[in-house]
């Protein structure tokens, strides 16, 4: 089963506060995320994309500002996020500089996941990041959430980046090994390996586990693996105490399973396909057609009409005259815009918008043929 990471395309890791950070100092865990670092970099020359999501700024940034312990107040812990993203976002870029990799820093709330401009805008930063082979950094942006900085877990906010960046594989790193058929300090407590659909069964043996340093427990694990395999990504649980916790699972690790019934660009099809309902009709040419069918992106030349209402990230359908609707996809541009671009070869997007804008009106990742 530790082959499923090590043959992921794409990989989500969430990290813990627990795991990152010794509370006895304080300080950060310096040989364990060193050693992180290094399988990440094993990972990465392996061909994998990787995206971490990390806790630990609130509980780095309560030491560096003496804050008392116990629960802080709104105020309290949004500043100790401020002062301690800072020596996380050092400690990444170090650790990760020291095995070659390059890091970029993105802070989101779940609104981000959530609001389709904003989440758009996320996602382009993600790939762009990626394509250049960074390793995005993600944190909840503690200092100035408000509802989710009570409300959270980066649980659900790994998750919800696994779906956004149609990532075949999230990774929960936490201090517990996996999902027990009841709490694991309770006698006949049964451990679970594998969970093939998630049932009122397995739902019922989460329980809730809270700590100084983090938030979360297994009900939120629970709901992260409804949004990933929703999504289509394999999700596993692993302890993360140990140095090399990923090589751990690819080597047969203690851990549970959670396996999606189909890929990411499966689900995210049938997600545009069957739910989405389309905001506006791009109409285009029979040679538009044929490009298609051979699985191009739809590009602004072969574009006879625009209609509808619709803003960029929307779904449209896509249709001929002579064949009815083609596909459906979500659009790269406002209305506006794209009536402006329609039937105009890409080199003159630029000079019809005054912007570079994308090349494709619908890249094929984000367009289906229908009747297919």
């Not at 940034?61 to 105020?75: A, D, F, T, W």
């Amino acid at each position: 089963m530790g082959t499923r990471l090590s043959k992921a395309r794409r990989i989500v890791v969430k990290v813990g506060s627990a795991l990152l950070v010794d509370m006895a100092r304080g300080e950060l865990r310096s040989d364990w995320l060193k050693a992180l670092g290094e399988d990440i970099a094993e990972l990465k020359a392996g061909g994998s994309d990787v995206i971490i999501v990390s806790s630990g700024a609130i509980a780095l940034g309560r030491r560096i500002l003496k804050l008392p312990k116990g629960v802080l107040k709104l105020p309290e812990s949004q500043a100790a996020a401020a002062s301690g993203q800072i020596v996380l976002a050092q400690a990444w870029q170090q650790v990760l500089s020291d095995v070659g990799i390059t890091t970029g820093q993105v802070l989101l709330t779940l609104t981000d996941t959530e609001v389709r401009r904003r989440y758009l805008n996320a996602r382009s930063t993600l790939f762009t990041l990626m394509k250049h082979g960074a390793v995005p950094l993600i944190n909840e942006n503690d200092t100035v959430a408000t509802t989710e900085i009570r409300y959270g877990d980066n649980d659900r906010l790994a998750a919800r980046v696994c779906s956004m960046v149609s990532g075949d594989c999230l990774v929960l790193l936490s201090d517990v090994a996996g999902l027990y058929t009841k709490p694991p300090e309770k006698s006949g407590a049964e451990f679970i390996s594998e969970v093939e659909k998630i049932t009122p069964d397995i739902e019922a043996m989460a329980g809730i586990s809270a700590t100084d340093v983090g938030s979360g427990g297994m009900i939120t694990k629970i709901e992260a693996a409804k949004i990933a395999l929703g999504a289509g990504a394999n999700m596993v649980i692993a302890a993360g105490e140990g140095l090399n916790p990923l090589k751990s699972i690819m080597t047969g690790g203690k851990c549970t399973w959670f396996k999606a019934s189909s890929s990411p660009m499966i689900s995210r099809k049938r997600w545009i396909a069957g739910t989405l309902e389309p905001s506006g009709i791009v109409r285009i040419d029979d040679g538009a057609v044929k490009a298609l069918k051979r699985g191009t992106s739809l590009l602004p030349a072969g574009v006879i009409e625009v209609s509808g209402d619709f803003r960029r990230g929307d779904a449209v359908s896509v249709q001929n005259g002579a064949e009815g609707e083609v596909a459906r996809g979500l659009i790269a541009y406002d209305k506006s815009d794209a009536v402006r671009i329609a039937g105009k070869k890409s080199k003159e997007i630029e000079e019809q918008l005054g912007y570079r804008g994308r090349d494709e009106l619908i890249h094929r990742d984000d367009l289906v043929l229908m009747g297919n």
